[in-house]
């Protein structure tokens, strides 16, 4: 049973230019073996390259049977990821 769990912070702005940062983030975080919980409360703008990289962690999570949780992700956040269908696919469904 997992106990821990490892937390990205999205910030305000969740772009391209922070892509390299959060990919970095995520290959330790698969590394740790714990779930990971998206802190996104605080975004203003997000872009389709930020979305993919959460798309591909959430499915390299699934494989090993661990979740992406999302408590309270902005408005922006949600929107972009029905806009891009995959709003489903990263753990969003229910928000």
């Known amino acids: 049973m ?4 490892d937390k990205i912070d999205l910030g305000t702005r969740c772009t391209i230019v922070k892509a390299e940062e959060l990919h970095g983030q995520m290959e330790r975080f698969l590394q ?14 997000i872009d ?18 661990r979740k992406l949780s999302w408590p ?6 949600v929107a972009t ?3 891009l269908g995959i709003d489903k696919h990263i ?5």
Do not use: C, I, Y
């Open 2 to 5: 997992k106990m821990d769990m």
């Open 32 to 45: 740790s073996g714990n779930d990971v919980e998206v802190q996104s409360s605080d975004v203003e703008q």
């Open 48 to 65: 389709t390259s930020a979305l993919q990289l959460l798309l591909s962690f959430h499915k390299a999570l699934a494989k090993d049977s």
């Open 72 to 77: 309270n992700p902005s408005e922006q956040v």
């Open 81 to 83: 990821a029905k806009l």
């Open 91 to 95: 753990g969003l469904s229910g928000h």
